[in-house]
């Protein structure tokens, strides 16, 4: 299971593109919080809103998911 790793850049690309976690907040119609506890990675979107999240940033999943997080949960379990 993986524990609070920094599985998401969500944070860092809001900034790159001007935007804020309320104007992420309304365009997904979920609460302010929800985006907040994404962007200090104290919780994951679902699969689903990763995607959209995508779409709205105009940006490739693997610009958003830090799989080298990932990767080292992985090899810590081994």
Known sequence: ??????????????????????????????????????CTNSSQPPLETLMKITRLLDIDLKDLVRYEELDKNDNNNE
């Open 1 to 38: 299971m993986v524990g609070n790793k920094d599985l998401n850049r969500l944070k860092v690309i809001l900034a790159e593109k001007k935007k804020s976690n309320l104007w992420l907040s309304k365009q997904l119609g979920c609460a302010p919080t929800t985006v907040s506890k994404w």
